[in-house]
């Protein structure tokens, strides 16, 4: 067995420049793999953590109105029905306090934030904005959400303690070139009122940065002239992944309508899908390449090498042997190669911090979000070790099937 | 059957009724015709014949690198006939040696290397034992101070006598040689053949060599002729002057 490690590596080393750059594509097919799948996963990753530390995992918000129907049976005894087809509800919810308590009871809910949301014009008196107003109570929101953690300007204090506070997405407030301490007038359909910029935040996701503010809730029913009710509960849960189980659940037991954050973000997650599967189809069409350039390169080796090969049988080396050398071969190409290719891969993707990412309404940011995953690698060695597999075994039993006797003759006429 | 002039104990190679064609159908052509051989410890057998004729093609069979059609061999009392391939190639590593009439060295290796690879039957023998036997043969052959060098950078008739050692490497029983000396100049050719003739008869190996070269086959304990896909006892007739080698002359039956 030594000796077939021995035999495999020079033969292998016969054809440096064919195997250098068998290696390279394998080399590099791992490579490209492991930073398109950092990437693509780190941007959706990212994604997922934004739009749940922002909006929450469930949203609760309309109360549905039931149909009632009444029917007969075969014993003439009436029965009654409810159903929620059709599109009935009621907007909002209007008894927070009872909602609250029955929706606590649900296991697996870590938080509920009420949240009063309308739409208005921002004016800083140069600038007019269409914006969304998200009215909170900041002692129920600021748990759940991570809205402290993206404040780039101003701070959780000052916002807590000024009631005309505002906090303002980082987009929109270059759009209307306000800065912490200014004042922005606020019109909604229904009034008009002016408010203090306490803080600036900055989620990453464009969406939410370019139209959100954040006022008390107080003050946003002032504003949207909602005394009472109207309101959504923004529910944080202990498993996100469980969010559209939950939603259901809620739903049928409470009445309103119960929205998951993949159900929300549907269109989002698909693309993302999309972009880390056409990514990864496109890697391994270059691992796929690799392993053609490695299966031609094994098989003029053993057209190269027959009378070696035979001479190796004549010695008493067995068709075992021979195909043992081959995979051996392969093995080697697919250890370097995956090593190499591990190696590129990590400074690759250290490297791709060092390149701005911006995704029109998706992502603006200088350093792109990394996801730095073992599966990753792992995935791209076991992608490789089929590739390699297929590309070295037809070779490998090829020349196990080389007849030494003749071969031998062949070459000594 | 073929028998030695005065033949004792057990032959080390025995091939009895040999049957071999190659081609199929109508371009079958028949190579070996129901041949019979023995070979005895420390004999040394001279295959001659025209170019074509088979002698490869015996060689092959009686090296357990093809099976024959039809017949039988016998390698240390052992028939081959049924035995696998397994059992087919540790009777090669065990007990047979090739030369070739290309020195077929391993490129890639050099010479000690070379050696080294042919020797798998030592396994469980210490590296340094089976590198100091390597050696030893290499210097034995004439080319110690070499044991480092690949096989191009050595000229034919060292090649040639680095091909005989490794074929001598793992101590077969038989040796057989394909017209080892047929690309060699004569001063070359009757070194390697005075190795080979030295180095089995040493260790009392078994020698069948294929050659064309007449002056050697003649130093050999028997000379055959194959005709017609069989072997025939081959008499010379000294011709007046004779060249080292000749053409193929037609064999005297006794």
Same mark, same amino acid.
């Given at each position: 067995m030594q000796s077939n490690w021995i035999i495999a590596w020079r033969l292998l080393v016969t054809r440096k420049w064919a195997?250098?750059?068998?290696?390279?594509?394998?080399?590099?097919?791992?490579?490209?793999?492991?930073?398109?799948?950092?990437?693509?996963?780190?941007?959706?990753?990212f994604f997922v953590r934004t739009v749940l530390g922002t909006n929450g995992a469930i949203r609760l918000g309309d109360r549905l109105q039931d149909t009632l129907h009444s029917s007969t049976d075969e014993e003439g005894l009436l029965a009654i029905t409810t159903t929620r087809e059709g599109k009935l509800y009621v907007q909002g919810i209007d008894d927070p306090e009872a909602l609250r308590s029955a929706v606590q009871r649900f296991s697996g809910v870590k938080g509920i934030s009420e949240v009063l949301e309308g739409q208005a014009r921002a004016s800083?008196? &140069?600038? *007019?904005?269409?914006?969304?107003?998200?009215? &909170?109570?900041?002692?129920?929101?600021?748990?759940?959400?991570?809205? !402290?953690?993206?404040?780039?300007?101003?701070?959780?204090?000052?916002?807590?303690?000024?009631?005309? +506070? /505002?906090?303002?997405?980082?987009?929109?407030?270059?759009?209307?070139?306000?800065?912490?301490?200014d004042w922005v007038d606020l019109t909604s359909n229904a009034e008009s009122r002016r408010y203090r910029v306490t803080g600036v935040y900055e989620t990453g996701v464009e969406d939410i940065d370019r139209n959100r503010l954040y006022l008390h809730l107080p003050e946003a029913r002032v504003l949207f002239h909602r005394p009472y009710g109207g309101v959504?509960?923004?529910? *944080?849960?202990?498993?996100?992944?469980? %969010?559209? %189980? /939950? %939603?259901?659940? /809620?739903? !049928?037991?409470? +009445?309103?309508?119960?929205?998951?954050?993949q159900e929300r973000e549907q269109v989002w997650l698909d693309i993302f899908w999309l972009i880390r599967f056409s990514s990864s189809v496109l890697v391994c069409m270059v691992i796929l390449l690799a392993g053609v350039g490695m299966f031609n390169s094994l098989a003029l080796l053993v057209l190269e090498k027959q009378r070696e090969l035979a001479i190796l049988r004549a010695m008493g080396y067995t068709r075992k042997d021979v195909r043992q050398i081959f995979a051996l071969q392969g093995v080697m190409i697919y250890v370097i190669g995956t090593l190499l290719g591990w190696a590129l891969g990590a400074l +690759? *993707?250290?490297?791709?911090?060092? &390149?701005?990412?911006?995704?029109?309404?998706?992502?603006?940011?200088?350093?792109?979000?990394?996801?730095?995953?073992?599966?990753?690698?792992?995935?791209? %060695?076991?992608?490789v070790a089929v590739v390699v597999f297929f590309a070295s075994t037809i070779p490998a039993r090829r020349a196990a099937r080389l007849e030494p006797g003749q071969v031998i003759r062949g070459s000594a006429l | 059957m073929i028998l030695p002039p005065s033949s004792t104990g057990q032959p080390v190679l025995r091939a009895s009724g040999l049957s071999y064609a190659l081609g199929k159908a109508r371009r079958r052509l028949q190579v070996l015709r129901s041949l019979s051989l023995e070979v005895y410890p420390g004999e040394k057998v001279a295959i001659i014949g025209p170019s074509g004729c088979g002698k490869s093609t015996l060689l092959s069979i009686l090296g357990l690198l093809e099976r024959p059609d039809a017949g039988e061999v016998w390698i240390k009392g052992v028939s081959m006939a049924k035995a696998s391939e397994e059992e087919r190639a540790r009777m090669r590593s065990d007990a047979l040696g090739?030369?070739?009439?290309?020195?077929?060295?391993?490129?890639?290796?050099?010479?000690?290397?070379?050696?080294?690879?042919?020797?798998?039957?030592?396994?469980?023998?210490?590296t340094a034992a089976v590198n100091e036997r390597a050696c030893a043969l290499l210097s034995?052959?004439?080319?110690?101070?070499? &044991?480092?060098?690949?096989?191009?950078?050595?000229?034919?008739g060292e090649q040639q006598r680095a091909a005989v050692a490794r074929a001598l490497a793992h101590d077969p029983q038989i040796l057989l040689a394909d017209e080892p000396t047929g690309n060699l100049d004569t001063a070359s050719a009757d070194r390697v053949f005075g190795l080979i003739a030295y180095l089995a008869e040493k260790k009392g190996q078994g020698v069948v060599l294929v050659t064309h070269n007449l002056s050697i086959a003649e130093r050999c304990d028997r000379v055959l002729a194959m005709q017609d896909g069989v072997l025939i006892p081959h008499n010379f007739v000294k011709p007046k002057k004779r060249a080292s080698v000749v053409d193929f002359p037609e064999p005297v039956l006794v």
């Open positions: 195997m250098a750059l068998t290696l390279l594509g394998v080399a590099l097919g791992v490579a490209l793999f492991i930073m398109a799948q950092a990437e693509t996963q780190g941007l959706e990753r800083s008196g &140069i600038y *007019t904005e269409p914006v969304t107003v998200h009215g &909170i109570m900041w002692e129920a929101h600021f748990p759940l959400s991570s809205l !402290d953690e993206q404040l780039v300007q101003g701070s959780v204090a000052s916002f807590k303690e000024a009631p005309e +506070g /505002l906090l303002c997405g980082s987009f929109l407030a270059r759009r209307l070139g306000v800065r912490v301490g959504y509960f923004q529910i *944080t849960i202990d498993d996100p992944k469980a %969010a559209t %189980a /939950l %939603a259901v659940q /809620l739903e !049928d037991t409470l +009445g309103h309508h119960a929205l998951s954050w +690759g *993707t250290c490297a791709l911090k060092y &390149i701005p990412l911006r995704l029109r309404g998706l992502w603006v940011g200088e350093e792109p979000a990394l996801a730095w995953e073992v599966d990753h690698y792992l995935t791209a %060695a076991l992608i | 090739f030369v070739f009439q290309f020195h077929f060295l391993l490129e890639s290796f050099t010479l000690l290397e070379n050696l080294l690879l042919a020797m798998r039957r030592f396994r469980g023998v210490s034995e052959v004439g080319l110690g101070d070499k &044991i480092h060098r690949r096989p191009h950078e050595l000229s034919g």
